[in-house]
Structures are given as structure tokens and as C-alpha cells.
Nanobody, 116 residues
Framework: EVQLVESGGGLVQPGGSLRLSCVAS????????MSWVRQAPGKGLQWVSS????????YYADSVKGRFTISTDNAKNTLYLVMNSLKSEDTAVYYC?????????WGQGTQVTVSS
């Protein structure tokens, strides 16, 4: 059974930082591409970042590149997203996501609000 549980969201001022976490279970964590996807109010899903830890490969959307850092702790089956220099447009629900066996799996999401 694949399970993904996000945490770490909250309210932060512009320019501030947050670290999101996603605890995964039910599959070999390091063998799959893991992603962060977000949904802003009234908007569709936007891909943010992905990582394939076995190959030490990371990928970022242009809007977050240089500000966000994706990483994993494979021993803990945990995915992280460190978000620096946050902007109001980063406000969204952030979801942890992976695709395996032809199906997409999602966590419940964690709310990030960037506001002064």
C-alpha cells in the first residue's frame, strides 16, 4: 500500500523560508521519481520539482529554480522541499506525488501561505 503524508506548511512572510516534508511508505522510495506539485487558489496543478535519488537527479520549475531545494532522506523514506525567498505567488497547497505501476499517488497536501 502506497502512502504519502505531507507536513511542514504554514504562514510565512515574503522572503521567509519553510521546509516541507513527505513521508512515504509502501514502495522502494529511492527507486522512483518523487515530485512536489502545488495548487494555488483558483488555479490548476503546477509541477514544482522532482528528484530521482538513485541517480542524484533533480529538476525544478523555472519559477522556483534557485529558491527551492528538493532532497531525500532515503533511510527515513522522506522527501523534503526547502523553500527560501518565498513570494506571495508561492501560496498554494503543496502535494507530494509519485507515479508507479501506471498510477499516480498523492498525499493529502499541506498549505503554504506567504503573506505579510
Amino acid at each position: 500500500e502506497v502512502q504519502l503524508v505531507e507536513s511542514g506548511g504554514g504562514l510565512v512572510q515574503p522572503g521567509g523560508s519553510l521546509r516541507l516534508s513527505c513521508v512515504a511508505s509502501g514502495f522502494t522510495f529511492s527507486s522512483y521519481i518523487m515530485s512536489w506539485v502545488r495548487q494555488a487558489p483558483g488555479k490548476g496543478l503546477q509541477w514544482v520539482s522532482s528528484i530521482y535519488s538513485s541517480g542524484s537527479s533533480t529538476y525544478y520549475a523555472d519559477s522556483v529554480k534557485g529558491r527551492f531545494t528538493i532532497s531525500t532522506d532515503n533511510a527515513k523514506n522522506t522527501l523534503y522541499l526547502v523553500m527560501n525567498s518565498l513570494k506571495s505567488e508561492d501560496t498554494a497547497v503543496y502535494y507530494c506525488n509519485t507515479v508507479l505501476l501506471g498510477a499516480a499517488y498523492w498525499g493529502q497536501g499541506t498549505q503554504v501561505t506567504v503573506s505579510s
